[in-house]
């Protein structure tokens, strides 16, 4: 009985195993933002303002952090919860399905913030700056940090 467990757990390890490196290939092979959301980005994105916009945006980005940090812990609780059930034994595939729905639901509800705060930056914005910005979201490191060409003086290292 026992063998047979550990079999069973070999071959779903196997198969999150190649999903994951399907995944992370499909990434790579199909564009830097594909798939991918870069709006959560842009507080990082601000820091390569002007310091007098960054003043200016400063509430807006404070905000965003101050509605985005609960629900993010929120989110990690339900992440621990998927894990401690994926691990439990006996396994219960329908309290998996339930804890999975709660943290989508949760993922829902956080996006939504991200997105209703990133909608607030951007309404501040000049239509320069928008434009810079969306030059940058296309930059497959907008998720990652300021991008490396438009880093202010002194602020690490510049363009490789």
Partial sequence: MKSRWLVILLIASIAANLALAGFIVGQRS??????????????RWARTLP??????????VRDYFRSIRPRSSGLREHQQRVRSLIAADPYDAEALRGALTDMRGQQDTTN????????????????AERQRLSEDMAQPRMG?????????????????
Avoid at 112 to 127: G, N, W, Y
Avoid at 144 to 160: A, D, K, S, V
Wanted: hydrophobic letters at 35%; a positive charge.
């Fill in 30 to 43: 199909v564009g830097p933002l594909a798939g991918r959301d870069a709006t959560p980005a842009f507080p």
């Fill in 51 to 60: 310091d007098e916009r960054r003043a200016a945006l400063r509430p807006i």
């Fill in 112 to 127: 939504t913030a991200v997105h209703l705060s990133f909608v607030e930056f951007v309404s501040a914005l000049t239509p």
């Fill in 144 to 160: 990652l940090g300021p991008p490396r060409h438009r880093r202010r003086e002194g602020e690490g290292p510049g363009p490789r």
